[in-house]
């Protein structure tokens, strides 16, 4: 037998074998982005520029949506679920006796029921990909999806209240109240829904502290995370 035949009939034969045992391609997850931030640090600005940027980038890409407050709307919409319901969900909880009462009368599903729509939500939307999920632990509640990219946004108190008093016209001191109440806020509802610390650094890919970083570094800051994640997922 031609020793020279044989080898070359062998490595064909595994070659065809490997390539039959080979896992078929498997589109690499779509990319997403959550934003966890302190009040007045830029959160929703940040979003705005980076949709901006992801989407007038290249023609013809799937165009990038923001979900933040409008993430309640989503979930009853989804649900079939009454517009009202969202006053019953601020980014914390609702009073416990306020939800009480609500469940005794009717008027809406539990309190944990419908946040625990909210998050699932936020899962169907992170794995449908190219949107940015601002607050509402978006970060927690998408654990374990590939594909994302979490961002957290800080900045010293000072700093954040003299935005809002300039913004809104209030004292200094009414603005870091106010700002204070509202961190306080998140870090409740995050504690309350996911067990967790808002203010985790691990919990992130990104912290930024915008008063260091302007928003226009920090949006070339995470798109060139987010590109750089999708060519190794590639």
Same mark, same amino acid.
């Given at each position: 037998?031609?020793?020279?035949?044989?080898? &070359?009939?062998?490595?064909?034969f595994f !070659? @065809?074998?490997?390539?039959?045992?080979?896992?078929?391609?498997?589109?690499?997850?779509?990319?997403?982005i959550t934003i966890s931030r302190e009040c007045c640090s830029g959160g929703s600005r940040l979003a705005q520029l980076l949709a901006e940027k992801f989407n007038g980038s290249?023609?013809?890409?799937?165009?990038?949506?923001?979900?933040?407050?409008?993430?309640i709307n989503q979930m009853l919409l989804t649900n079939h679920l009454p517009e009202g319901l969202a006053?019953?969900?601020? &980014?914390?909880?609702?009073?416990?006796? !306020? @939800?009480?009462?609500g469940e005794m009368v009717g008027l809406h599903p539990s309190l944990w029921e419908l946040v625990r729509k909210a998050n699932e939500t936020m899962r169907q939307l992170a794995y449908r990909g190219h949107v940015i999920l601002v607050g509402r632990g978006a970060n927690f509640a998408t654990t374990g999806i590939a594909g994302g990219i979490h961002v957290?946004?800080?900045?010293?108190?000072?700093?954040?209240?003299?935005?809002?008093?300039q913004r809104f016209g209030v004292s200094e001191t009414d603005a870091l109240l106010h700002n204070a109440k509202c961190d306080a806020a998140r870090r409740r509802y995050v504690a309350a829904h996911f067990n967790s610390s808002v203010e985790s650094p691990a919990a992130y890919d990104?912290?930024?502290?915008?008063?260091q970083v302007p928003l226009t570094e920090a949006v070339q800051l995470v798109a060139t995370?987010?590109?750089?994640?999708a060519s190794v997922a590639a």
């Open positions: 037998m031609n020793a020279h035949l044989t080898l &070359e009939r062998a490595e064909g !070659n @065809a074998e490997w390539r039959e045992s080979r896992s078929p391609w498997v589109k690499p997850p779509a990319p997403f290249v023609a013809g890409q799937e165009e990038w949506s923001i979900f933040g407050g409008n993430i006053r019953f969900l601020p &980014e914390d909880k609702v009073p416990e006796v !306020n @939800a009480t009462i957290r946004l800080v900045a010293p108190p000072l700093y954040r209240a003299r935005y809002y008093a990104l912290v930024i502290n915008t008063a995370h987010v590109q750089s994640h």
